[in-house]
């Protein structure tokens, strides 16, 4: 589960007749146009197409995930989407990505209501990704609808994933170490130290108290994991014993 972006190649669309963007552009302002012109515009940069919905006895608390890949805020409505920016930034096969960054429509077509997916991520290597987070206790869109969203994504070339939740004992680990994901954690002669003493896998604690003091050691180990440079187990409770591997 080190990766959230491993998905199935989409099967191309036969056509994308009445889809249609709608997107901000910093410099032209709000546009809407088909998605065949749309799908070139980097979305992973886009702003977003709307506010975060905030209003008296909402059950969700939309608020706003700093990465530390993208080093500026990214805007989240619910706890899912938080943990999905979250695991967008630790991924390492993700160049940038953006919050609600377009709202998709038809105009010959169901659904008649637009759709803005939560996030759109590049990979490194150019492939974009629309990701929607819907938890598993809230209504389905219905099928026609999913049909539609999946059919634009994959006329556009992106992948869709639509994520309803993420492993518990996995996701609490990574927000343990997403404490540790700013670069103010990062030391030159102490992350050598570390991947030298963490080249032959060994156990957390005992092999940090080898390299150092383990207050000034452990949050650089952290940062290391954070950023994959080390390899930890996360499905298993990350703690003093978890073996701790040089990656390949």
């Not at 088909?34 to 709307?50: D, I, K, N």
Request: charged share 20%; hydrophobic share 40%.
């Amino acid at each position: 589960m080190s990766s959230l972006l491993t998905t199935a190649p989409q099967q191309p669309s036969a056509t994308a007749h009445g889809c249609v963007l709608r997107y901000r552009d910093p410099v032209r302002g709000d546009i809407r146009e088909p998605l065949t012109h749309a799908m070139s515009h980097l979305f992973e940069h886009a702003p977003p197409v709307t506010t975060l919905p905030v209003h008296k006895g909402q059950r969700s608390s939309p608020g706003h995930y700093w990465s530390a890949r993208l080093g500026d805020h990214v805007g989240y409505r619910t706890r899912l989407e938080h943990d999905t920016a979250m695991v967008l930034d630790h991924d390492i096969n993700v160049r940038a990505f953006a919050s609600r960054p377009f709202a998709v429509s038809w105009t010959d077509r169901h659904p008649a209501r637009p759709h803005i997916p939560a996030f759109f991520a590049r990979r490194a290597d150019g492939t974009g990704i629309v990701v929607d987070c819907r938890a598993r206790t809230t209504s389905k869109l219905d099928p026609a609808a999913d049909t539609a969203i999946r059919d634009a994504c994959a006329h556009a070339g992106w992948d869709h994933l639509l994520v309803t939740g993420h492993d518990p004992v996995w996701i609490e680990n990574l927000r343990w170490l997403a404490g540790y994901r700013h670069p103010r954690h990062h030391h030159d002669r102490m992350t050598e130290n570390l991947l030298s003493a963490f080249d032959r896998p060994g156990p957390l604690m005992a092999t940090a108290a080898a390299v150092g003091d383990p207050l000034a050691v452990l949050p650089v180990l952290y940062h290391l994991l954070w950023n994959q440079r080390l390899h930890a187990d996360l499905t298993i409770r990350l703690d003093s014993v978890s073996i701790v591997s040089v990656p390949g």
